[in-house]
């Protein structure tokens, strides 16, 4: 009896274990860190494999586990409006088709394979923020996209 009453209890104990559920982990955010800045800019990013990039206008750049995806976050100098026309240009120069404006959607190829790249930027505290979403060709994740992109905040310091 004995037996069979502790059998129930160390079957109870496991399956109550088995059945927790895991803790999503906090999401990664990217903070300005300028002490002397009236405004903040923040955002969330996946929490991908980091790529060494060392374009000077790049803050971060994160591949997808899988690798059919990139993640790009840019400050560049020029003006958010200079910044999308020299994108653009690269885009039609190295004869990439110009899906959007607002966001600026694009295809294009690199070393033979087909991407396609969408754009968000904003600008904060006398800087630009500007995130690239770059995905294989047909594997294009609008959901990572939308989640990350509706992150990016300016708030006052």
């Not at 993640?71 to 020029?78: A, M």
């Not at 994108?87 to 690199?110: A, Q, R």
């Amino acid at each position: 009896m004995k037996i069979a009453i502790l059998s129930a209890l160390f079957a109870i104990i496991i399956i109550s274990g088995c059945v927790q559920e895991q803790a999503t982990p906090p999401p990664v955010r990217y903070t300005s860190s300028n002490p002397l800045s009236l405004e903040t800019f923040s955002m969330e990013y996946p929490e991908w494999n980091e790529v060494e990039n060392n374009e000077p206008l790049n803050i971060i750049t994160l591949t997808r586990p899988d690798n059919t995806c990139t993640f790009y976050l840019n400050s560049p100098e020029d003006s958010m409006e200079k910044y999308l026309n020299t994108l653009k240009t690269h885009v039609e120069d190295n004869e990439g088709e110009i899906l959007t404006e607002d966001p600026l959607t694009y295809k294009i190829t690199k070393d033979g394979l087909a991407f396609t790249e969408k754009t968000n930027g904003m600008s904060c505290n006398d800087r630009n923020y500007f995130v690239i979403f770059s995905c294989m060709d047909n594997s294009f994740d609008d959901v990572s996209y939308d989640k990350y992109t509706k992150t990016m905040k300016c708030e006052k310091s």
